[in-house]
């Protein structure tokens, strides 16, 4: 089983959709959890920071819950320019910092 | 101020070559990352620096691989005895591990590695 793990779709909504990518991890003692966005043939950027408390960022929420290990990305009113891959990144800064990425989500918005 | 910088952004390579590659991260970033990224796949860890140092080197495919940093700066990653499964795009991100963009990682651009 990998750390972590993502649904890699492809998701192929149409504009204006409402769509949601779940990320789960198997290491309990992870302590920061972001969303990249990887476009083709680009390197990843964030798009934000996972906080405990749940956070919105325009069309974007994001949500951690502790005790199913697993992270949520949330993007309503879907636009043309948002298909790319999403990727969840889980940090465990107790293990020597390591750094997991998963595979990513694929999504594909057409007009 | 500038980003992570990595070169060459392209290195095509024969096959039992070495080769070096090269991060420069973010002024005052003390943690940076290498990752492999193979063609329509994810992210593959390979190694974290704290400064200069670098507590876990597991990450890294084989002992063909290895990575330095001096002056909590630059990184050089450095590829022996080049394969053709190494074929793939190297990225590096550093991060500052406090503060309000505590861990969030920056990335460079890669540099796409071709062993022929």
């Known amino acids: 089983r990998k750390e972590v793990e993502q649904d890699p779709g492809p998701f192929n909504v149409p504009e204006g959709a409402t769509v949601a990518f779940n990320c789960t991890y198997s290491?309990?003692?992870?302590?920061?959890f972001f969303w990249y966005r990887q476009d083709c043939r680009k390197e990843p950027k964030l798009l934000m920071s996972v906080y405990s408390s749940g956070n919105e960022d325009g069309r974007f929420t994001a949500q951690l819950n502790r005790a199913s290990q697993y992270i949520s990305l949330l993007i309503r009113d879907s636009k043309l320019s948002d298909s790319a891959t999403y990727l969840c990144v889980v940090l465990d800064n107790t293990n020597a910092g390591k750094s997991t990425f998963g595979d990513g989500t694929t999504l594909t918005v057409k007009p | 101020g500038a980003g992570v910088s990595q070169s060459p952004s392209n290195k095509v390579t024969e096959k039992g070559k070495d080769v070096e590659l090269r991060c420069d991260p973010i002024?005052?970033?003390?943690?940076l990352y290498w990752y492999r990224q193979r063609l329509g796949q994810g992210l593959e860890f390979l190694i974290y620096?704290?400064?200069?140092?670098?507590?876990?080197k597991s990450g890294l495919p084989s002992d063909r691989f290895s990575a330095e940093r001096t002056g909590e700066s630059v990184s050089t990653l450095t590829i022996q005895r080049t394969q053709q499964e190494d074929s793939a795009v190297y990225l590096c991100a550093s991060s500052f591990p406090s503060g309000g963009n505590k861990n969030i990682q920056y990335f460079g651009a890669g540099t796409r590695l071709s062993v022929l």
């Open positions: 620096f704290q400064g200069n140092s670098a507590p876990d």
């Open positions: 002024s005052g970033h003390t943690a």
């Open positions: 290491n309990s003692a992870s302590q920061s």
